[in-house]
């Protein structure tokens, strides 16, 4: 519910102007053009990375992440899930932009950790974002929030 309300709110234009965060909208060509899902990337500042005691840092942060509940769960072939291949394309995405800032910025600018909030009773999320590395970030959850964490493979 609140990955519709931001992406159909002026949130996202919000967001894009002011923390121009990149936003993408993943449509189905071949039924009938309706939208599947969308991701989101943005760059945010952290008050202390490694926790507790690091130095405040830049990390790459999704805001937002949606699949329309209609496409859950398909195509029924795993590896062409709708959510893996949304996966796939913002981790991707992440590589590009972190590559990017790295280019004349001494190695303390650097940015190789991709975060995100996680609704606590969003299995499935939870599970999904498992599956491609993302691992929990204690201290930093809230009531209805749980941190995660995926450090970007940038040799490779």
Do not use: C
């Not at 913002?90 to 950790?113: C, F, N, T, W």
């Amino acid at each position: 519910m609140a990955a519709t309300e931001w992406i159909t709110s002026s949130e996202v234009l919000d967001s894009i102007e002011n923390f121009e965060t990149k936003v993408w909208i993943y449509r189905n060509s071949q039924e009938d053009d309706s939208i599947v899902g969308f991701s989101s990337l943005a760059t945010t500042g952290w008050q202390r990375w490694p926790p507790p005691d690091g130095k405040r840092s830049r990390l790459l942060y999704i805001p937002q992440l949606g699949l329309d509940q209609r496409y859950r769960g398909f195509p029924p072939d795993p590896d062409w899930r709708y959510s893996n291949q949304i996966m796939e394309h913002l981790i991707g995405e992440a590589k590009k932009y972190a590559m990017q800032i790295r280019v004349g910025k001494p190695p303390s600018k650097h940015v190789d950790l991709l975060t995100l909030k996680v609704h606590r009773h969003n299995i499935a999320a939870q599970k999904l974002y498992t599956r491609y590395s993302f691992e929990l970030l204690d201290g930093f959850e809230d009531k209805e929030h749980l941190m995660m964490f995926h450090k970007l493979d940038l040799e490779g």
